[in-house]
């Protein structure tokens, strides 16, 4: 019997998206460099997949190349009495390598327990939850830009990481390779930094516990909420929240009900706009102190109150919003890419007409856009 043909349907959490027209497996990292010089050599589309939980595809054919991220290992390159520098290979399965960090004593990834997917991907939107988010620990990735011989070492301040994204989720394009990270020698976790990660320990914010309490926590909330993948639950067959919180200027919460929940995020700088003539080396005012205040909304709560309840599809689709958390759109078991664009397009449309906030995807969309 031959094997089918490999699709995005078959390699993605999600479980949509059409045939691809070449797929390399890779086991190392050299495998991995070898394979991207191969796709660009022949100038066609590619794409690095790690574990395919953080993409949905579109239902026609890939005429590309899917760079498969399988496996690899990592070495402590760095040590004293209270620190580890890890040097992780791409392949490596990001929950094997929280899993191992609590087992060692090694204390700042526990509360990233569960996510799915690999190493390589967690610099690509900054993975976070339960306070946590991969910058906290990271110390510089090891990068193929695109069409470039050698693998650069780009530090953690040159990877413009920000809530949900990154240099590399803006555009920069190219091959994770390996990526470094600095964990604390310690029994303990980070200071517990989620305030339901806190209630379910029974401890206060900013209380440290037993590596091994965060991570079981963490799994078990989690799994409550479908954001462990697991064959048997198909509330978790997506790509975990669908949207991030959107960040909006404070001035937009007088249009929302006093009850939506918001957050204060430090503000980007502004840039400076000069006309078109003007000096900017005279003209240059002090770089602002900061910009506008700015707040992160629930968007979850969003969705909610703009009708869209949990478990909600739309009449004959295989999609469905997750039927444990609102923020989450799953295969229900037969979905196409396009009936998972069509809820996510009739949820976007709901949020902004019933608040006037446009709903921006978390996950990479290959080969259409929202
Ligand atoms: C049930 C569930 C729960 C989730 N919970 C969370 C969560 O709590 N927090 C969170 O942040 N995310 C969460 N996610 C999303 C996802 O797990 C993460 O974004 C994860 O980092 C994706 O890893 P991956 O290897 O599967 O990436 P993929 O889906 O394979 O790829 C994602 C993107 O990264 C790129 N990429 C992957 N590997 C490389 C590489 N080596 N070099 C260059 N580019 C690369 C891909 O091209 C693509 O653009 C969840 C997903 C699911 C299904």
């Known amino acids: 019997m031959t094997a089918p043909p490999a699709s995005f349907a078959s390699l993605t959490t999600m479980g949509v998206g059409g045939p691809i027209a070449q ?31 953080n993409i949905v595809a579109a239902d026609d054919p890939f005429e590309g190349t899917v760079i498969a991220a399988r496996g690899g290992e990592f070495r402590v390159v760095g040590s004293d009495s209270d620190r580890v520098v890890l040097e992780v290979d791409a392949g490596m399965a990001w929950d094997d390598l929280v899993a191992t960090a ?9 509360a990233l327990s569960g996510i799915p997917g690999s190493v390589g991907a967690a610099p ?10 991969f910058a906290d620990v990271a110390r510089g990735v090891g990068f193929l830009p ?8 780009l530090p953690a301040s040159e990877c413009e990481f920000g809530y949900r994204t990154s240099v590399f989720k803006r555009g920069l394009s190219g091959v994770v390779c390996t990526v470094r990270l600095e964990v604390s020698r310690s029994s303990e976790s980070a200071p517990v930094g989620y305030a339901q990660l806190a209630h379910a320990l029974g401890v206060d914010l900013g209380d440290r516990v037993p590596l091994r309490d965060v ?18 639950d198909v509330d978790s067959h997506g790509c975990g929240s669908f949207f991030v919180n959107p960040v909006v200027p404070i001035g ?13 995020v430090s503000a980007p700088a502004e840039a400076a706009v000069f006309p078109l003539g003007e000096s900017v080396e005279q003209d240059m005012p002090p770089a602002p102190r900061s910009g506008p205040e700015r707040v992160k909304l629930s968007a979850a709560w969003l969705i909610e109150h703009s009708g869209i309840r949990r478990g909600f599809c739309l009449p004959g ?43 921006h995807p978390e996950p990479i969309l290959v080969g259409f856009s929202l």
């Open 146 to 153: 695109e069409g470039a011989d050698a693998v650069e070492y």
């Open 102 to 110: 609590v087992d060692e004593g090694w204390s700042g990834l526990e």
């Open 215 to 232: 991570r079981e926590h963490v799994l078990e909330l989690r799994s409550s909420k479908g954001m462990v993948f697991r064959q048997d």
């Open 317 to 359: 689709s295989g999609a469905a919003v997750s039927s444990k958390h609102t923020l989450a759109i799953t295969n229900r078991g037969s979905a196409s890419a396009n009936d998972v664009l069509a809820l996510a397009r009739f949820i976007q449309t709901r949020v902004a007409s019933e608040f006037g906030v446009v709903l």
């Open 252 to 264: 937009m919460l007088t249009n929302l009900p006093a009850d939506s929940p918001f957050w204060p």
């Open 124 to 133: 690509i939107q900054n993975i976070g939850a339960y306070g946590a988010e």
């Open 23 to 53: 797929l390399c497996t890779c086991q190392t990292v050299g495998e991995l460099i070898e394979a991207a010089h191969d796709a660009w050599a022949e100038g066609l589309p590619w794409v690095v997949l790690g574990g395919g939980s």
